[in-house]
Structure formats: C-alpha cells, structure tokens
C-alpha cells in the first residue's frame, strides 16, 4: 500500500508543480498581480490561513532540513518539505488521507492535520439551511470551531469526522430497521439494512505457530430469518496445523467504501424487562412459531403456526414442551418440497449433502417479540417413530439441541410420491429461559 500511495502523491505533486511553479524550481513561481508570494511559493490570497502550521514548528524545533532536488539526487515524497506535503494532501478524499496515514510515521503525523481535517469535515457536515438563513446558533459554532483549531491536539478533527459518518450510518440503519416482518418478528430490510452498512464477515485462522489467514466471505445468502454466509477458497491451511478459528463482522471505516474494514464486537441482545402478568400459566400460551428449511437460497418449508400453548403439567426435566405438529393428526402434516440436499460449490467444484438442510426457527412470545431463534445446518436420521410403528413409508427424524431448548422433527419417506413428509414437530423450551424472560417461577 505504501508503494501504490507514494505513487499516487507523486503524481499530485508533480501536478502542482506544472500548476504553481516555473521551471526554475520551488519557491520561484511569482505572485498574482498586488499578491505577495505565501510560505513555499504558493500564492496567498486576502483572508487565507495556511494548513499545518503546528506540524511546521514541530519539524523546525526538530531540526529537520530538507535539501533541494538535484540532478544527482531526484526528488522524493521523504525530501519534500511539509508544507508542500501537506498541500497535496488538502487535495485528497477523506479514505484516501487516512490511507496515506498507513504509509510511514511522519505521513500519519502529517494526515492527522487538523485544518485539513476540519475543511473535510465542514464540507460533509455543514449547517442545515432553513428559510435561506443558517442559524445563529450553528453559525457561531462553526466559527468558533474553526478558531479553535490549533487549541485541538492533532488528529481531533479527523476523529470526530469519523464519529459523525459512524452516526449517521447507524440512525439510517435505525430507520431501515424499524419496519419488522409480522411473521418472523425480524426487520423486513435486511437486505438494505446490509448495503447500507457494509457489514462483511471473515474467518480468522490461526495456527500453531502464530501465523494468521484471514479469509473474507465470498458469497451471501438472505432469508427471512438467517443470513448464509459462504466461504472457499484453494488456499487454505491444513486444519491440523490450526489452534483457534475467530468469526468476526466487519465494517467499513465510511459508507459506501471498499476500505479497510474494522472489526466489530460480539453480538450482544438487547436488555430484556419481564412484563408483569396474573395469570397463573403466564409464559406458557401465545407462542408462534416460523421455520424455514433451505439451502442455497431453495426452499424446502416455509410455515407460520400460531397459538401454541401449554400446561403447567407438561413441565418435565426442566423443559417445557410445545407440540407444533401431531403425528395422529393427518391435517396436520406438511411436505417438503424438492430434493433435500445441502448445496455447496466453490470457483472449481460443486456438489450436495444429501438428507441435510438449514433450519431456522424464530418463536415469538404473545408480545410478537422475537423469544428463541435459532440458524444451523441439521441432518436427517434414519429412526424407529415415537408413536409406533408407521407403514407409510421409511421414518427419519432432525434433531437440535442448544443451550436455551431443543427442537425434535420427525419426517417420513413417501416413496410413491418422493417426498419427505415432516409427521411431527415439537419444541422443548429451557424453564430456565422463560422463567427470565416472563419473571415467573416454575
């Protein structure tokens, strides 16, 4: 990146040099007409303050002296005095300044000026208009923030830039998001809530001997209700070699910018406050539940089942049990369509995991608020059915298990039509999670 952005401040210097100066070399482009030349030959118009000027007197206290280019000794970015530094780089993008800041310790020094900062900032922030006038208020903020530049410690202007582009992707993202699917319990935009955050995911791989991969997603699946995130790749390392394997959601420093990504935090629910109730099977009724089963963006079910209920007496091993499909109760039942198959490909090979899928369960309380939601990739199991013997057809059964419940699917084979028919679903909540979420105490 060094190389790449050294490159690119070449060429803009040298631009400025055909704009600004003769070919007799710096410092000797004279002024415009009743104009006195500025600091380095640039030509000072009434009312203009020069950038950088607190770096300027931290090179002269450090004693930096800056030769000028020969023909024995051509010039360079490392030679080039700050003050022309920083002029090429009051010309640059605010990705592209915080770039040149990656390249070498006085490039980050010299990026972090904060009049250049602030005319960045001033320009993607400026004062809202109203009735062709700007407020008083906000005028006099303006002005006293650009007074008070040289009073900030360097880098102040750029920080808060970067604060305020972090808060405007989140209150449009609120806003995306308020809109929830009256199925799911989810936001309905996920999609547009993804493109406009940017938000990626990589695989950092870490073996043995502290080497790191970090492999970036290369395909993205939405549902309703999950989100597929599809990684391959040829150079990978062998698992054997691995000691740890870190997931992690990243995001765009700004909007809309293929740029180096920062990595975010765990995932963290928001706070729940359990809702006083006084009835004496609170927590128990108006569940609803919606499942999908996919793979690859084809669906094999999709099902809302509402009102799901109850009893104190069905509480066993601390489990709740909520019965969503009946085995003896043929209306019931429920086809799933196609060829069950986890689909997989990579840029030279693709293929299919018979018998497995994606299965994804969102239960909602009576609230409508999302209690219980799962995403995981499940197989199916040659069984013997719970309720005796079936002469329908061969028995298969899914089964998922987590820290907060279980999820127990029975299917049966129909060989004449070639489908799978799911027979039987139930959910086995944790008494734990619902004793927290409803402040009861079975």
């Known amino acids: 990146m060094a190389t790449g952005r050294g490159r690119l401040l070449l060429q803009h210097w040298r631009g400025l040099l055909a704009l600004h100066w003769p070919p007799g070399g710096v410092g000797a482009a004279p002024g415009l007409a009743g104009e006195a030349p500025g600091p380095a030959g640039f030509r000072k118009r009434p009312g203009t303050s020069y950038a950088g000027t607190a770096t300027l007197k931290q090179c002269a206290r450090r004693g930096r002296h800056y030769k000028q280019p020969s023909a024995d000794h051509p010039a360079s970015l490392e ?9 090429i780089f009051s010309y640059l993008d605010a990705v ?4 040149t800041g990656c390249v070498n310790r006085r490039f980050y020094h010299l990026a972090n000026d904060n009049f250049i900062w602030i005319r960045i900032y001033s320009t993607a922030f400026s004062p809202k208009i109203s009735n062709w006038q700007v407020n008083s208020a906000e005028k006099t903020t303006v002005s006293m923030n650009l007074l008070s530049v040289e009073d900030k410690e360097a880098g102040y202007w750029k920080k808060e830039y970067i604060a305020k582009q972090r808060a405007s992707v989140k209150a449009a993202l609120a806003r995306v998001l308020k809109p929830v699917n009256p199925y ?8 547009e809530a993804l493109r406009i955050s940017g938000l990626g995911w990589v695989i950092i ?15 993205l699946l939405i549902n309703d209700s999950s989100v597929t995130i599809i990684w391959y790749g040829r150079n990978w390392p062998q698992l054997a070699t691995l000691s740890t394997l870190d997931l992690c959601g990243v995001t765009p420093v ?3 910018r293929s740029k180096p990504p920062s990595k975010n935090g765990p995932y963290e629910l928001p706070p729940h406050t359990p809702l006083l109730d006084d009835n004496p099977e609170y927590g128990l009724h108006g569940y609803q539940l919606h499942v999908d089963m996919h793979s690859g963006g084809v669906f094999y079910l999709c099902g809302t089942f509402r009102n799901l209920f109850t009893k104190k007496g069905s509480i066993e091993n601390g489990y709740v049990k909520l019965v969503v499909i009946r085995f003896k109760n043929n209306t019931e039942h429920l086809p799933l369509i196609g060829k069950v198959g986890l689909s997989w490909r990579t840029d030279v090979f693709s293929g299919c995991i ?6 994804d369960i969102t239960l909602l309380d009576e609230y409508g608020k999302p209690f219980w939601c ?4 499940v197989c199916m199991r040659s069984s013997v059915p719970s309720d005796g013997p079936n002469f329908l057809g061969q028995t298969y059964c899914v089964d998922y298990v987590d820290s ?10 129909i060989k004449e039509t070639e489908e799978y028919f799911i027979v039987s679903l139930v959910l086995y909540l944790k008494i734990a999670k619902i004793n927290h979420w409803f402040g009861t105490a079975y």
């Open 79 to 87: 030679s080039m005095p700050s003050e022309i530094l920083l002029k």
């Open 96 to 99: 592209t300044l915080l770039c």
């Open 184 to 191: 799911t319990g989810l936001p309905v935009k996920t999609k």
């Open 205 to 219: 791989l870490k073996e043995k001997n502290g080497k790191e991969y970090i492999m970036q997603h290369i395909d």
């Open 254 to 256: 700004f909007r809309d």
């Open 354 to 359: 018979k018998s497995c899928s994606i299965m």
């Open 374 to 377: 799962l995403s995981s990739p």
């Open 404 to 413: 907060e419940g279980k999820v127990h699917v029975e299917l049966v084979w």
